[in-house]
């Protein structure tokens, strides 16, 4: 199943690429602390989950999908109805008072936004441009099946680390954390710093090296920097280059083949 969402920096093109080092079988818990578009989530489609990020219009919209996706898709048409670039920012300015209502337009946004991007101004206001697509409900007949994948997830609005202690041993965490690449690895923390600080990859670290300890089964993502790659590799992880191909970037020497780096707690096995 795919996600319902599309997401900056989201894996669907590890699940297209790269699916075969994901578990076939999850022992106990599947938890994801960086939830975002959670592709990897509706491709597994655990029994018991833990989904969790610190973005709370993002996790509304999840709680909103399990809970009342028959309201949830009638707005969506109102909106579809609606659909026009004078329309689009008049939705995007108003932030309605319901938590569907809200749901409905964080969906609409989303799927008619430039590039299906999400950003924020220091104020922490949606500021993505229109985009080209003009289609929101294309899935809706969905909503049904995102609902029941979603049934026995525990979804929650929290930092990272307080989701990676709730791991436990044979838990299966799948772990995302907000990056971007540079061609100049030199620049990867400046680039990076407003998105996930230094020292937020410092906690990350340490809240993964203790779930390990634990006996969690980890399997991260992360920029391929060199720095990173050693302090993972001190800690006993096994690291992996990736390739990936880019093609948002608004320049030419910004697109085509980039390194990503998989993280796990336990040895790789190709094939």
Request: proline share 4%; with cysteine.
């Given at each position: 199943m795919n996600t319902f969402l599309k997401w900056p920096g989201g894996k669907r093109w590890f699940i297209s690429k790269h699916h075969n080092y994901l578990p076939k079988?999850?022992?106990?818990?599947?938890?994801?602390?960086?939830?975002?578009?959670?592709?990897?989530?509706?491709?597994?489609?655990?029994?018991?989950?833990?989904?969790?990020?610190?973005?709370?219009?993002?996790?509304?919209?999840?709680?909103?999908?399990?809970?009342?996706?028959?309201?949830?898709?009638?707005?969506?048409?109102?909106?579809?109805?609606?659909?026009s670039p004078d329309y689009y920012y008049l939705t995007r300015t108003n932030i309605p008072e319901g938590e569907i209502e809200q749901a409905a337009r964080f969906l609409y946004l989303n799927r008619t936004c430039f590039n299906g991007?999400?950003?924020?101004?220091?104020?922490?206001?949606?500021?993505?441009?229109?985009?080209v697509k003009d289609n929101c409900i294309y899935d809706i007949d969905f909503f049904p099946h995102y609902s029941s994948a979603l049934k026995n997830a525990d979804i929650t609005t929290a930092d990272f680390g307080i989701t990676i202690r709730k791991a436990q041993e044979r838990d299966f965490l799948f772990v995302d954390p907000p990056y971007t690449i540079s061609h100049n690895q030199n620049s990867f923390i400046k680039y990076n710093q407003k998105l996930f600080t230094w020292s937020d990859q410092l906690r990350l670290l340490q809240e993964l090296s203790k779930a390990k300890e634990r006996g969690a089964i980890i399997l991260s993502t992360n920029a391929n920097y060199f720095m990173l790659r050693e302090?993972?590799?001190?800690?006993?992880?096994?690291?992996?280059?990736?390739?990936?191909?880019?093609?948002?970037?608004?320049?030419?020497?910004?697109?085509?083949?980039?390194?990503?780096?998989?993280?796990s707690s336990t040895a790789f096995i190709d094939g």
């Amino acid at each position: 199943m795919n996600t319902f969402l599309k997401w900056p920096g989201g894996k669907r093109w590890f699940i297209s690429k790269h699916h075969n080092y994901l578990p076939k079988k999850i022992e106990k818990n599947y938890i994801e602390p960086f939830l975002g578009g959670g592709s990897v989530f509706f491709y597994l489609l655990p029994e018991n989950a833990i989904l969790a990020d610190i973005n709370s219009d993002l996790i509304n919209v999840y709680q909103i999908m399990r809970k009342h996706y028959l309201q949830l898709g009638k707005i969506l048409q109102f909106h579809q109805e609606q659909h026009s670039p004078d329309y689009y920012y008049l939705t995007r300015t108003n932030i309605p008072e319901g938590e569907i209502e809200q749901a409905a337009r964080f969906l609409y946004l989303n799927r008619t936004c430039f590039n299906g991007m999400y950003r924020e101004n220091k104020n922490g206001v949606f500021n993505v441009p229109i985009g080209v697509k003009d289609n929101c409900i294309y899935d809706i007949d969905f909503f049904p099946h995102y609902s029941s994948a979603l049934k026995n997830a525990d979804i929650t609005t929290a930092d990272f680390g307080i989701t990676i202690r709730k791991a436990q041993e044979r838990d299966f965490l799948f772990v995302d954390p907000p990056y971007t690449i540079s061609h100049n690895q030199n620049s990867f923390i400046k680039y990076n710093q407003k998105l996930f600080t230094w020292s937020d990859q410092l906690r990350l670290l340490q809240e993964l090296s203790k779930a390990k300890e634990r006996g969690a089964i980890i399997l991260s993502t992360n920029a391929n920097y060199f720095m990173l790659r050693e302090m993972y590799e001190e800690k006993g992880f096994f690291t992996k280059p990736i390739n990936r191909y880019c093609s948002i970037s608004g320049l030419a020497k910004g697109r085509g083949m980039q390194e990503e780096l998989l993280i796990s707690s336990t040895a790789f096995i190709d094939g």
